[in-house]
T-cell receptor
């Protein structure tokens, strides 16, 4: 079956530091990959996505590249802000037919001023 | 509506009581999903609706859990005889068609506490 593995948190950084949150996946086909973000007290919001190998998703300064050879979709940001403090979820869905999202367990990011 | 709306936002119930959680998806979205978010468990899929039908109920944890959707719109998740392990945040999401690769829009969730 499908699965997503994320690095455990919390990740603690100072403002303007570089961020990497690792995500690897196992899937039977060629999935689409997603990063969702959950700010305190809120629901999940789609941050970015990539639907095929070598695609790069980007939004709000965050980037992730779909690497089929390493089955990875690591999230990066060059300079984090306090407002980026949240829980980040990596997820995948199959591209054929209907597909539910399979999520990783989430990684909490804490950014201090 | 503009987003996915869930109610109530918080619910405290006594063990053994029944609860109903409501989800109002984005207008026109045919696919609707329920997930459960527990501490240490991440996000668990519960059930998927396409229109009013539920082709995938595989995530419902026991027969105390049921869900329905009417008019291709509002969905209700019912938990009967609640137990303390049912305490979690219940998230609803919708998507335009249910096809993979699109992603979902989530509501803010209902935090259920069973005491």
């Amino acid at each position: 079956g499908n699965s997503v593995t994320q690095m455990e948190g919390p990740v603690t950084l100072s403002e303007e530091a570089f961020l990497t949150i690792n995500c690897t996946y196992t899937a039977t086909g060629y999935p689409s990959l997603f990063w969702y973000v959950q700010y305190p007290g809120e629901g999940l919001q789609l941050l970015l996505k990539a639907t095929k190998a070598d695609d790069k998703g980007s939004n709000k300064g965050f980037e992730a590249t779909y690497r089929k050879e390493t089955t990875s979709f690591h999230l990066e940001k060059g300079s984090v802000q306090v407002s980026d403090s949240a829980v980040y979820f990596c997820a995948l869905s199959e591209n054929s037919g209907y597909s539910t999202l399979t999520f990783g367990k989430g990684t909490m990011l804490l950014v201090s001023p | 509506g503009a987003g996915v709306s869930q109610s109530p936002s918080n619910k405290v119930t006594e063990k053994g009581k029944d609860v109903e959680l409501r989800c109002d998806p984005i207008s026109g979205h045919t696919a609707l999903y329920w997930y459960r978010q527990s501490l240490g468990q991440g996000l668990e899929f519960l059930i998927y609706f396409q229109g009013n039908s539920a082709p995938d109920k595989s995530g419902l944890p026991s027969d105390r859990f049921s869900a329905e959707r009417t008019g291709g719109s509002v969905s209700t998740l019912t938990i009967q005889r609640t137990q303390q392990e049912d305490s979690a945040v219940y998230l609803c999401a919708s998507s335009p068609t249910g096809q993979g690769g699109i992603g979902y829009t989530f509501g803010s969730g209902t935090r259920l506490t069973v005491v």
